[in-house]
């Protein structure tokens, strides 16, 4: 019998993930925070339907690993709480997939925040935008040691570029262009591998 799968579509906030999740279409329930809170009655603060659609994101997941469903979770790979979701659907036997995508510099995720909201999106804080990119940064590599397959994603210019593919914590294919992100991200690519033997 199959493994049921998660798909783990991450990174930092207005890097292009529904862009890339309309490309790609894995399988499975799309839990997405963003969406979510779009259909939440509109009569409270944006920072309480903000928190309340989290909780049900949450409640979502759970039943979606419990009743071992294949399913897509959307999130900035920011928090503690992401890397939890993707440790818990492993060890509940899910083959669990990442697609990691992100821009050049934080300033040109806040660009992009910034043309989302003037076409109807929503906003979200510089501060946190900038923050998030670094933390996303910091966990790729405790994701990249707990996923089976990864796919990392530079989505600076009009077309994506796909930097690395891994499988196992094992690069299977890299493409570079001498850029200060691919620098970054083929470096965590390299430590991952080094370090998966002591893991």
């Not at 669990?96 to 995720?109: E, G, H, S």
Request: glycine letters at 6%.
């Amino acid at each position: 019998m199959p493994k049921p799968i998660c798909t783990i579509l991450a990174g930092p906030n207005g890097s292009g993930k529904s862009s890339i999740y309309e490309k790609y279409r894995p399988a499975g329930d799309f839990v997405n925070t963003d969406e979510i809170q779009k259909s939440l009655p509109q009569g409270l603060a944006e920072s309480a339907n903000r928190v309340k659609a989290g909780r049900i994101a949450i409640t979502r997941i759970n039943q979606l690993i419990a009743t071992k469903a294949d399913f897509v979770f959307e999130t900035t790979l920011s928090s503690e709480h992401s890397i939890k979701v993707i440790e818990r659907a492993k060890e509940a036997g899910f083959l669990v997939n990442m697609i990691f995508v992100c821009l050049d510099t934080a300033t040109r995720n806040v660009e992009r925040v910034r043309f989302r909201v003037a076409d109807g999106g929503h906003d979200i804080p510089e501060e946190a935008i900038i923050r998030r990119y670094e933390a996303a940064f910091e966990n790729l590599p405790r994701a990249l040691h707990v996923v089976d397959e990864a796919v990392l994603i530079d989505n600076s210019r009009r077309k994506p570029v796909i930097v690395a593919t891994m499988e196992n914590s094992k690069a299977i294919q890299a493409h570079y262009e001498g850029s200060e992100l691919h620098d970054r991200l083929l470096d965590i690519v390299e430590d991952v591998e080094e370090n998966r033997s002591t893991r």
